[in-house]
Each structure stands twice: as structure tokens, then as C-alpha cells.
């Protein structure tokens, strides 16, 4: 399992009733676990030392006793995720936001389009796969680029935030239909979520330094035989 240790956690004391008995509760330290495999895996036991007072000697009011408490430890079954796993999975597990933006619709073939991904979630950070672009003949994808990275905890969360930037160079002048999909699994529902962001429409004309005799025939419409669309990631 991947461990990130929780600072941020309620650690106030509390009353509880256990088999009639009345104790004051109070929580000690708190570890978010991700699981790196499937099966059954076992969490190792929580160790605390205590210093117990008891009655002392004549003229000491108290003298102290250590001692080592441990709890049980607890085995979880890790399952594996449900299949077939959509082509556009994203690798993430937990509850995601996503936003995407592009810096324009209008460019020639000089220029560069970004597309800029937001991603936020609760899921294991390492876990996170950047998506790659398909894209209609005539437009090529570099790469993407990690513009901002940053892990936190909330009250009840351990919180992960990425900011990728894709740049986009057109090749040949037309009107492009860009429809990106991306994939996360949901344990809530025990369902793969979808994220459709709104369709972008791209104008492309010549550029300066745009040879005619270089263009390529445009598919500015490539149909993907997996989700129907005519362009995804």
C-alpha cells in the first residue's frame, strides 16, 4: 500500500459506551492507504506506550508503570477493478473533478493550440495516467506537460491536484471537431464515470509558412470505432 500520514483529523476527546462501560475516546493518528495490488492484505497492528499512574511509595502521592498497547490487525480484500476497463481510463479510483480548457478556436498553421486539464480527486496519486490525445488527421499532439502537481489533506480527505497542458500543432487548414473523453473508476456506485467536456469546434487556416504541397488529405472527422466519436482521448 502507498501511505500518506493525516495531520488534519478530529482529534478531540469524546465519550463511548462499550459493553456498558463509559470511556473517553480519543483518536491518535490517522494513515490514508491505497492498496498497490488485489487480494487480501493485511494491515500490521497499531503500537502505543503508555505511562500508567499507580499509588506510590510513603511521600510520593503517584509513581508510573509503561507499558505497550496494540491492537488487533485488520485484514481488507482488495478487489480488482471491473472489466472490461474502458480504453480511455484514466487509472484513477475515488471521486474526481475535471476541467478542460482550450486558449483559442481560431489559429493558423502557424500556430499552437493548449489544451489545459485540471484533474482533483481523492485517489492514489500514483495511480494517475495522462491521458493521450487522438486526434483527426491533421493535427499532432506533443506530449504533455505537468504545469502544477500538489497533494493536501482536507478534514476528511488526502486530496491530489494536477494541472497538465497539451500542446496542439495543426498541419493542414480545415475545421476540426475535437470530443475528448476521459475515464475513472467510482467505488460509490462500482461504476466507471465518464467525463465529456463540451464539444470543441476548431478553425484552422493557412499560414504563412503553410506549403500546399505538403497538405495531406483532411480527415478532420476521424471516427472512433470504440466510443462513436469523432475524436477522443
Same mark, same amino acid.
Do not use: M
Given at each position: 500500500?502507498?501511505?500518506?500520514?493525516?495531520?488534519?483529523?478530529?482529534?478531540?476527546?469524546?465519550?463511548?459506551?462499550?459493553?456498558?462501560?463509559?470511556?473517553?475516546?480519543?483518536?491518535?493518528?490517522?494513515?490514508?492507504?491505497? +492498496?498497490?495490488?488485489?487480494? !487480501?492484505?493485511?494491515?500490521?497492528?497499531?503500537?502505543?506506550?503508555?505511562?500508567?499512574?499507580?499509588?506510590?511509595?510513603?511521600?510520593?502521592?503517584?509513581?508510573?508503570?509503561?507499558?505497550?498497547?496494540?491492537?488487533?490487525?485488520?485484514?481488507?480484500?482488495?478487489?480488482?477493478?471491473?472489466? +472490461?476497463? $474502458?480504453?480511455?481510463?484514466?487509472?484513477?479510483?475515488?471521486?474526481?473533478?475535471?476541467?478542460?480548457?482550450?486558449?483559442?478556436?481560431?489559429?493558423? @498553421?502557424?500556430?499552437?493550440?493548449? !489544451?489545459?486539464?485540471?484533474?482533483?480527486?481523492?485517489?492514489?496519486?500514483?495511480?494517475?495516467?495522462? $491521458?493521450?490525445?487522438?486526434? +483527426?488527421?491533421?493535427?499532432?499532439?506533443?506530449?504533455?506537460?505537468?504545469?502544477? #502537481?500538489?497533494?493536501?489533506?482536507?478534514?476528511?480527505? &488526502?486530496?491530489?491536484?494536477?494541472?497538465?497542458?497539451?500542446?496542439?500543432?495543426?498541419?493542414?487548414?480545415?475545421?476540426?471537431?475535437?470530443? +475528448?473523453?476521459?475515464? &475513472?473508476?467510482?467505488?460509490?456506485?462500482?461504476?466507471?464515470?465518464?467525463?465529456?467536456?463540451?464539444? !470543441?469546434?476548431?478553425?484552422? @487556416?493557412?499560414?504563412?509558412?503553410?506549403?500546399?504541397?505538403?497538405?495531406?488529405?483532411?480527415?478532420?472527422? #476521424?471516427?472512433?470505432?470504440?466510443?462513436?466519436?469523432?475524436?477522443?482521448?
Amino acid at each position: 500500500c502507498f501511505a500518506a500520514d493525516r495531520k488534519r483529523f478530529d482529534a478531540r476527546l469524546r465519550n463511548q459506551t462499550l459493553k456498558g462501560k463509559k470511556y473517553v475516546v480519543k483518536t491518535l493518528a490517522e494513515t490514508a492507504l491505497f +492498496p498497490q495490488e488485489t487480494g !487480501l492484505l493485511t494491515i500490521d497492528p497499531a503500537k502505543i506506550r503508555i505511562d500508567i499512574q499507580q499509588p506510590g511509595a510513603p511521600g510520593n502521592f503517584f509513581n508510573t508503570t509503561s507499558r505497550i498497547l496494540e491492537s488487533p490487525p485488520v485484514t481488507v480484500e482488495v478487489k480488482a477493478l471491473p472489466v +472490461p476497463t $474502458p480504453r480511455v481510463f484514466t487509472g484513477c479510483t475515488g471521486r474526481y473533478l475535471w476541467e478542460l480548457k482550450a486558449d483559442k478556436k481560431n489559429l493558423t @498553421t502557424d500556430d499552437a493550440l493548449t !489544451l489545459t486539464l485540471s484533474v482533483r480527486g481523492n485517489g492514489d496519486p500514483h495511480r494517475f495516467i495522462p $491521458p493521450a490525445l487522438t486526434l +483527426p488527421s491533421g493535427l499532432e499532439a506533443l506530449d504533455p506537460k505537468i504545469v502544477s #502537481e500538489e497533494q493536501y489533506e482536507t478534514e476528511s480527505e &488526502w486530496i491530489h491536484e494536477q494541472v497538465l497542458e497539451y500542446a496542439i500543432l495543426p498541419k493542414v487548414p480545415g475545421d476540426y471537431v475535437l470530443q +475528448p473523453i476521459l475515464s &475513472w473508476f467510482q467505488p460509490d456506485s462500482n461504476q466507471y464515470g465518464i467525463y465529456r467536456p463540451d464539444t !470543441l469546434h476548431l478553425q484552422v @487556416t493557412a499560414g504563412a509558412n503553410y506549403s500546399a504541397a505538403a497538405e495531406t488529405p483532411l480527415a478532420g472527422a #476521424e471516427t472512433d470505432q470504440n466510443t462513436g466519436l469523432r475524436a477522443a482521448w
